[in-house]
């Protein structure tokens, strides 16, 4: 049986190995946030575009300033002015944070340093060239790449977009990921479920990874556990970039997701991974598209899903795979597990200390949703230990939506 990282690693190699350009749109700077890019965007001219002040002071020539002398003090340059003029020798000139440095000036001598007397400026100390200014074009030349494509527009990104006027960007369309669920007990969210059935939360979940992944989710309802019915709802799901299910893949009589995708022709790499929960998980490809077979219990399709699908769809998008967001934190409670599998528990990190500590949470198993609404990260057990005790380091895999 393959480890996680193992599995993980087949679904980005198999994504890799069938990766098409995506499929691009024009997205305006405003709308640009956690999309990938798709474009390169350049300089439209040098950065900084003069030589710019980074202090309130005086624009001096540095072989002027001795501790204790003065200058005359002969105008005033905010951010913004037109500066045209060169300073003259034995001259200082006053100057605001951002605006352009005068030629022949070379130094600015932030305020803090230098005393106002009449119409000149004493200095408490000498100054040397290139102080506080930063020249023209030494953060960018014009026509520079600073943003190629498969980055992932953030805050800092945007800015960068913005900065050089590109208002619009070219980027990956959110691949469209639908969503199944199966089961002959689940009924949808609106209704009342009957005394033994359950309603639908995982296609809720899965709709909020998927868009927190980065993908359009598309909502396909429920299956039941029967071959016409759920043959159908996956030729549907195959019409969209990747099928994701849930439920259905365990060893159980109407377990039938699986022997339905191979009909259609499904290519399996995986059909088990080595943890828990979310052990009977499956990976293919079918038609093209990558389908993933998540176990129906709660808490396994959000574990699997963070890691197996989320990665396939940043690669889907034309980004690098993210890798897990895993943390080292402090164990707070000694812990026991069946080693063989590595379990991903529900657990609290807190960071009271001076390091993070972790605490796994009391819960009932895999279909307990209200104690992973109280956790905020997975405590991971590997497979090789069973028991850990307190003060050990610990991996822990954030939850990223609530962290
Ligand atoms: P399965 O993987 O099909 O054997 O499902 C395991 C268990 O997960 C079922 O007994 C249900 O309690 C639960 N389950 C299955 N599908 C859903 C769903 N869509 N929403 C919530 N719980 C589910
Ligand atoms: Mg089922």
Known sequence: MLSYEQARQTVIDQLKKRARPPAVVGVSLWEGLGLVLAQEVR???????????????????????????????????????????????????????????????????????TQREGDGVRFERAAHPGQSVVLRGSEAVAGQTILTPGMRLGYAELALAAQVGAVTLQCAKRPRVAILSTGDEVV??????????????????????????????????????????????????????????????????????????????????????????????????????????????????????????????????????????????????????KPGLTHFLPARVEWSGSTPEVKPLRWQGSGDIAALAKANCFLVVPADREKIEIGERVSVLMRKDVV
């Open 43 to 113: 300089t439209d001219r040098e950065y900084p575009p003069f030589d710019r002040s980074t202090r309130d002071g005086y624009a001096v020539r540095a072989k002027e300033v001795v501790p204790g002398g003065k200058l005359k003090c002969v105008g005033e340059i905010k951010a913004g002015d037109t500066v045209r003029e060169s300073l003259e020798p034995g001259t200082c000139v006053q100057i605001m944070t951002g605006a352009a440095v005068p030629a022949g000036a070379d130094a600015v001598v932030m305020i803090e340093h």
């Open 188 to 337: 949808l969210v609106d209704e009342t479920p009957g005394e033994f059935q359950i309603r639908n939360s995982n296609s809720v979940s899965l709709a909020a990874q998927v868009r927190i992944a980065g993908g359009e989710p598309v909502i396909l309802g429920n299956a039941a556990d029967r071959v016409e019915d759920l043959g159908e709802k996956i030729e549907r799901g195959l019409k969209e970039d990747a099928l994701v299910l849930s439920g259905g893949v365990s060893m159980g009589k109407y377990d039938l997701v699986e022997s339905v995708l191979k009909a259609i022709g499904a290519e399996f790499f995986f059909d088990a991974v080595a943890i828990r929960p979310g052990k009977p998980t499956v990976f293919g490809i079918c038609r093209g598209k990558p389908v993933f077979g998540l176990p129906g219990n709660p808490v396994s399709t959000m574990v699997t899903f963070e890691l197996f699908v989320a990665p396939a769809i940043d690669l889907l998008r034309g980004a690098e795979a993210r890798p897990l967001t895993l943390l080292e934190a402090r164990l707070a409670e000694a812990i026991k597990e």
